[in-house]
């Protein structure tokens, strides 16, 4: 089977995530728990507010799996629903359609200097 691995539903119409920090590569093996890649959620152009409504969160693996193909690179903007990827059984085609989404659990966490957004110029 093959599964579509997309942006975590608490990405909401009008907002935009921007992807932070990959850990894994298409052609990777992922198991279970395996670190999948950080992004910023901002929610400014939706829900304005005094201060930018920024926050960072980690993608994490609920299953195990070959990533197939991966088009997410740091700096990258994802709309609600966004496509990153492919991931399937280690023969899988990647031409096969998906069957349902890779399933993921996704964590807040804090920015680190080694995020795409400390690199970027202002």
């Known amino acids: 089977m093959t599964y579509v691995l997309r942006l975590p539903s608490l990405v909401t119409e009008g907002a935009t995530a921007r992807i932070e920090f990959v850990y894994v590569r298409a052609g990777d093996r992922i198991a279970r728990g395996a ?9 400014g152009e939706r829900y304005a507010q005094m201060c930018p409504p920024i926050s960072y ?15 997410a690179e740091p700096g ?24 349902r989404a890779f399933r993921m659990v996704v964590a807040g ?14």
């Open 76 to 99: 990258t903007t994802f709309g609600a629903g966004g496509e990153l990827g492919l991931v399937g059984g280690v023969v899988e085609d990647a031409a096969a359609p998906p069957s």
């Open 57 to 71: 969160h980690r993608a994490v693996a609920h299953e195990a799996g070959q990533l197939l193909t991966f088009d």
């Open 35 to 43: 670190r999948l890649f950080d992004f910023s959620l901002d929610l």
């Open 109 to 122: 966490i804090v920015w680190r200097p080694d995020m795409w957004s400390a690199r970027a110029p202002a």
